[in-house]
C-alpha cells in the first residue's frame, strides 16, 4: 500500500494519505481494540480461574496487560485491516458477553 | 499488508515508537531522577541540614498536622529514616487539595515547603496531570512494551550488534548502533519496567475484575486487598488519643525493624485506631506487616492477616518498579539504567529523522517532519535543561516566599517552554542541541558553586566535613553529568552533524542506496 510510487522519489517519500489512515487505523485497534480483549479477558478470567474471588480479581487483571500485548502484536501482524479488526470485536464481545452472563458465579468467594 | 512478520514487527516499532517517544522520554528522565526522589527531597530543603541529634516526635509532627487538616478522617505520618531525616505528614480533607508536607522531626515544626523530589515522582505516573495523565502514562506503557517486543523480533543478531558501535561514520548509523547498545543493554530492565509500570495503577484503569467480582464496589476490593477489617464507629468522641512516640517504640520492637507509616484512622472518634505498617526494605515486595494499636490506649491489639496471595504478586511486581528495597545501590543500578533507558529513546527519535533526511529538506520545517524535529530537541534536550533549573529555583526563590512550591514547579515549566521555543526558532539556522545541552552542562558544572553561595552550611565542602554522604552526592554527581552534557553539546557542533541538519550545508547525498543497505532489519515507509 505504502510503495505506491509518486514521481521520481519514489523509494522513500510515498508516504500517501492512504498509508497515513492504514497506520492510524493499525494504533487505534492495538490500543483501543487492545484494551477491549484485555478489559473483556480480566472480566472472563474473574469468573473462570479457580481461587478466591481476591485472588482471581488481581490474578484477572495482571494477566490482562499480557493478553493486551499480544493481540496489539497480532493486529500489526494482521494482513488487512478487516482481518486486524473482525477478531478484536469478535474476540472481546464473546468474552464480555460470557462473563456478563455467568457473572453471579464470578461473585463467588 | 506488510510482507512478512519482521517487517509488520518493523512497522510497528516505527510507528508505535514514534508517537509515543517524546512522553516516554519524559516519564523515563522523571523516573530515573526518582530513583532520589528522597534525596533530592532532602537536598532541597535545607532546613533539615543543621538538624541537632535527638529523637524524633511524632507526637509533635501529628499536632501540626491536625491543625493544618481539621476535618481530616485518617492521617499518615512516616517516621524519619536514612533516606529522609524528616517526618513527612499525609492528610485529605474533602474537597480540599491533598496534604503532602515535611515537618521537623524535633519540634513537629513545618518546613518551608517545595515540590522536593517528589516532583520527578509525579511527572513520572501522571505527568502532573491527575487520572487523565495516569491513562496516558498507562497507554504509553504499553506502547513501550510493544515497541520493546516488536524491537527484538526485527532484530535478527541482537548479540552481535551488541558488540557494534560506529560512531565515526556519523549520521544515522552511529544513531541506530546507539540505539540498539542502549536498546539491548536494558532490555531486561525495559521489559521488567514496562510490565511492571503498566500494572501499578491497574486498578486506576482495567477495573474489569473488581466489576464482577465485587459489582463495581471498590472500598470492599480495596478492603479485600489490604487483608484489615476497619473499626465500627462509635459517634462519640475519643476520650484522649494515646501517644505516637509510645506506638511507634512499641511497633519497632514487635517488627524487629523499621516503621513505614503510622496510620491514625477515625480520629475524631471513640473508636480511633493507629496501625503501624512495617517497611520491610529487606523485601522486594516491601512491607506486609501491619500491626494494630487502640487510639486511646495505645494498648496492641493484633496483627493483620496480612495481603492475600495474588495482591503479594502485585506488591512484589510493583516493588520491582518502586526500587524501596536494597538500598542505595540498587538505586544506582537503577539510576544508571533508566539513564540507559533515556539514551535508547532519544537516540530512537534520531534515528526516524536521520533515515528520513531527504524527505526532511524537502518538506522543511513547516510539516509533520518539523514537528517531530521540534519535538525532538524540545523534550530530549529541553527536559534535563528544565530538570536542573528546578534544582535552581529551589535555592534562588525565598525559602519564606508564600507559594513557594508552586513557583518552583512554574519555573520548570517556563524553563522548558523557553527551551523549546528557543530549539525550535534555532533548527532553521543555528545548533539548537549544542546551545541547550551546553546550558545544561553549564548549570550542572555551577550548581555546587550556587549551592555554596546560597546556603553555606549544605555546601559540598561543609556536607562531607559532616559526613552528610546523601546531601554531598547531589552535588557530587551534578559534575559527572556536567562533563556528559558538555560532550554531547561538542558532538552537537561537529560540521557531519551540521552537515545532516542544515540543507544549505547538504553534501551531495549519493548514499542513499548505501544506508538503505546498512539497515536491512529495519523498514522506511
Known amino acids: 500500500m505504502s510503495e505506491t510510487s509518486s514521481g521520481h522519489l519514489k523509494r522513500r517519500t510515498a508516504v500517501t494519505p492512504i498509508y497515513r489512515l492504514a497506520v492510524a487505523s493499525r494504533i487505534i485497534a492495538a490500543l483501543v481494540g487492545g484494551y477491549l480483549v484485555a478489559y473483556a479477558s480480566a472480566a472472563l478470567l474473574t469468573v473462570v480461574l479457580p481461587m478466591s474471588r481476591i485472588n482471581r480479581v488481581v490474578t484477572a487483571s495482571l494477566l490482562s496487560f499480557v493478553v493486551w500485548t499480544v493481540v496489539a502484536i497480532g493486529v500489526f501482524a494482521a494482513r488487512n485491516a478487516w482481518r486486524c479488526w473482525w477478531p478484536l470485536l469478535a474476540g472481546g464481545g464473546v468474552m464480555l458477553v460470557l462473563a456478563f452472563v455467568f457473572r453471579n458465579y464470578g461473585m463467588r468467594p | ?525
Open chain 2, 1 to 525: 499488508m506488510r510482507n512478512t512478520f519482521r517487517q509488520s514487527m518493523a512497522w510497528l516499532h516505527t510507528w508505535a515508537g514514534l508517537i509515543v517517544s517524546w512522553v516516554l522520554f519524559a516519564i523515563f528522565l522523571g523516573g530515573t531522577l526518582a530513583c532520589f526522589d528522597k534525596e533530592l527531597d532532602y537536598w532541597m530543603r535545607p532546613a533539615l541540614h543543621q538538624l541537632k541529634p535527638g529523637p524524633p516526635s511524632m507526637d509533635a509532627a501529628a499536632k501540626t498536622l491536625r491543625g493544618m487538616a481539621p476535618n481530616a478522617e485518617t492521617l499518615y505520618l512516616r517516621p524519619p529514616s536514612d533516606r529522609d531525616p524528616s517526618i513527612r505528614g499525609f492528610a485529605f480533607e474533602p474537597g480540599k487539595p491533598y496534604i503532602d508536607v515535611a515537618l521537623n522531626p524535633r519540634d513537629g515544626a513545618l518546613i518551608p515547603p517545595t515540590v522536593g523530589g517528589n516532583f520527578f515522582f509525579v511527572l513520572h505516573y501522571n505527568l502532573q496531570a491527575g487520572t487523565l495523565g495516569i491513562y496516558l502514562v498507562g497507554l504509553a506503557g504499553m506502547l513501550m512494551l510493544l515497541a520493546l517486543i516488536s524491537g527484538v523480533i526485527i532484530h535478527r543478531r541482537v548479540f552481535k550488534d551488541f558488540f557494534v558501535f560506529r560512531p565515526r561514520p556519523g549520521g544515522q548509523r552511529a544513531w541506530l548502533d546507539g540505539h540498539n547498545l542502549t536498546g539491548v543493554l536494558g532490555l531486561p530492565f525495559h521489559l521488567m519496567i514496562a510490565y511492571t509500570g503498566v500494572i501499578i495503577m491497574m486498578s486506576s484503569y482495567m477495573t474489569a475484575g473488581v466489576q464482577i467480582g465485587y459489582r463495581g464496589d471498590m472500598a470492599r476490593y480495596y478492603e479485600a486487598l489490604s487483608g484489615t477489617s476497619h473499626a465500627v464507629e462509635q459517634h462519640r468522641p475519643p476520650r484522649r488519643v494515646a501517644s505516637l512516640d509510645k506506638i511507634l517504640d512499641d511497633a519497632v520492637q514487635r517488627l524487629g525493624g523499621a516503621v513505614e507509616y503510622l496510620e491514625i484512622e477515625h480520629i475524631h472518634d471513640a473508636s480511633i485506631t493507629i496501625s503501624a505498617l512495617s517497611a520491610g526494605n529487606d523485601e522486594v515486595a516491601g512491607g506486609r506487616r501491619n500491626l494494630i494499636y487502640d487510639g486511646t490506649e495505645g494498648s496492641f491489639r493484633g496483627e493483620n492477616e496480612g495481603p492475600p496471595t495474588a495482591y503479594r504478586t502485585y506488591q512484589f511486581l510493583s516493588g520491582l518498579h518502586r526500587v524501596q528495597f536494597g538500598g542505595a545501590a540498587i538505586r544506582w543500578l537503577y539510576f544508571l539504567l533508566g539513564a540507559t533507558g533515556c539514551v535508547m529513546l532519544a537516540t530512537a527519535a534520531q534515528v526516524w529523522i536521520e533515515k528520513r533526511t531527504r524527505q526532511v529538506e524537502a518538506a522543511g520545517l513547516r510539516s509533520g517532519y518539523g514537528l517531530v524535529r521540534a519535538l525532538n530537541v524540545g523534550v530530549i534536550a529541553g527536559m534535563p535543561l528544565a530538570s536542573v533549573s528546578l534544582l535552581w529555583a529551589n535555592r534562588l526563590l525565598p525559602y519564606e516566599l508564600a507559594g513557594r512550591a508552586g513557583m518552583e514547579a512554574q519555573s520548570f515549566c517556563a524553563i522548558w517552554l523557553l527551551a523549546t521555543i528557543w530549539g525550535v526558532l534555532r533548527l532553521r539556522h543555528g545548533k539548537p542541541w549544542r546551545d541547550l545541552f551546553g546550558t545544561t552542562a553549564a548549570l550542572l558544572f555551577a550548581l555546587p558553586l550556587m549551592n555554596a553561595l546560597t546556603q553555606p552550611h549544605s555546601s559540598l565542602l561543609a556536607s562531607i566535613i559532616a559526613r552528610d554522604w546523601v546531601l554531598a552526592g547531589i552535588d557530587a554527581t551534578a559534575l559527572p553529568f556536567g562533563l556528559g552534557f558538555a560532550w554531547l553539546a561538542w558532538i552537537s557542533t561537529r560540521p557531519r552533524q551540521l552537515a545532516r541538519r542544515d540543507p544549505r550545508m547538504a553534501p551531495p547525498r549519493s548514499s542513499v542506496a548505501r544506508s538503505e543497505t546498512a539497515l536491512p532489519a529495519v523498514e522506511t515507509p
